[in-house]
Antibody, heavy 121, light 112 residues
């Protein structure tokens, strides 16, 4: 059964770069039928899509974050990465990675448990 | 793109049915069938409950059903159980020239 596990720094200073990694286990990342995505949830608030990466390497980002986001995948290490530059307090959130499957209408399934990143000096 | 609109809260007694709406526009919900629903109990990660408007993943009880009419998608939970108490989010995958994902603001379901 596919499992995803996020890991991150916990605390990032304003104006610095946030880097979060997602490790995939129990399945392969190398498949034309899988895409991968990053989402976030500020404390007490709703879900926000950050971006997705397709098997082709094409990436698609939320326009509101596009200028600051980079998503990449290392299939040999089974890791998905997220970098968000010039962070502010508004970027404080629980960051989730998830798989998308075209066969399921591009729904996110499964999700990792999330990693909390706080932006503060 | 604007977020999809959900009621902030709904409630029901055990055994009853509740429906959560998710309203968009003719450019998003009205145009695409890639609507999904997620359940998020407190302190846990979201779980997929419905995909492509009305399909249930394996393991999701048939008490959960989805539908769509015009610009509004709906999630209905019948035979409410205490364990259904959670936040529920709708989502839309827009396969336009530049794919985009929208979420609703979430609905808190309280089982009385």
């Amino acid at each position: 059964q596919l499992q995803l596990q996020e890991s991150g720094p916990g605390l990032v200073k304003p104006s610095e770069t946030l880097s979060v990694t997602c490790t995939v286990s129990g399945g392969s990342m190398i498949s034309t039928t899988y895409y991968w995505g990053w989402l976030r949830q500020p404390p007490g608030k709703g879900l926000e899509w950050i971006g997705s990466i397709y098997y082709s390497g094409n990436t698609y980002y939320n326009p509101s974050l596009k200028s600051r986001v980079t998503i990449s995948v290392d299939t040999s290490k089974k890791k998905l990465s997220l970098k968000l530059t010039s962070v502010t307090a508004a970027d404080t959130a629980l960051y989730y990675c998830a798989r998308l499957m075209p066969i399921s209408g591009m729904a996110f399934d499964p999700w990792g448990q999330g990693t909390l990143v706080t932006v503060s000096s | 793109q604007s977020a999809l609109t959900q009621p902030p809260s709904v409630s029901g007694s055990p055994g009853q049915s509740v429906t959560i709406s998710c309203t968009g526009t003719s450019s998003d919900v009205g145009s695409y069938n890639r609507v999904s629903w997620y359940q998020q109990p407190p302190g846990t990660a979201p779980k997929l409950m419905i995909y492509e408007v009305s399909n249930r993943p394996s393991g999701v009880p048939d008490r959960f059903s989805g539908s769509k009419s015009g610009n509004t998608a709906s999630l209905t939970i019948s035979g409410l159980q205490a364990e259904d108490e959670a936040d529920y989010y709708c989502s839309l995958y827009s396969s336009s020239s530049t794919p985009f994902v929208l979420f609703g603001g979430g609905t808190k379901l309280t089982v009385l």
